[in-house]
């Protein structure tokens, strides 16, 4: 069993900038890629940025340039740094990783809106 919380979240304005924090516990050997989704009103869930225990990144067109994500192994946490934000930003933000050959894990969410 692993837990995923989520932090950080909050109001900001378009062009602001804000960084989410997702600490893992419980059972995290053999947990590899870390990831970010988000899910905004009436549209699915969607990637925003992975990571791998090395350290290789991808992200989605939409946010390639203006967010950041890294991770901190010895902590066991995964961040976004969020800049240039958009009101199409807004949505609820997710932290998700897998073991291998295993069902996904979600954090609880973290609301994140972007006023013009």
């Known amino acids: 069993q692993v837990q995923l919380v989520e932090s950080g979240g909050g109001l900001v304005q378009a062009g602001g900038s804000l960084r989410l924090s997702c600490a893992a516990s419980g059972s995290i050997s053999s947990i590899n890629a870390m990831g970010w989704y988000r899910q905004a009103p009436g549209k699915q869930r969607e990637l925003v940025a992975v990571?791998?225990?090395?350290?290789?990144?991808v992200y989605a067109d939409s946010v390639k340039g203006r967010f950041t994500i890294s991770r901190d192994n010895a902590k066991n946490t995964v961040y976004l740094q969020m800049g240039s934000l958009k009101p199409e930003d807004t949505a609820v933000y997710y932290c998700n990783t897998k073991k291998p050959l295993g069902p996904p894990y979600w954090g609880q969410g973290t609301q994140v809106t972007v006023s013009s």
């Open positions: 990571i791998s225990s090395g350290g290789t990144t």
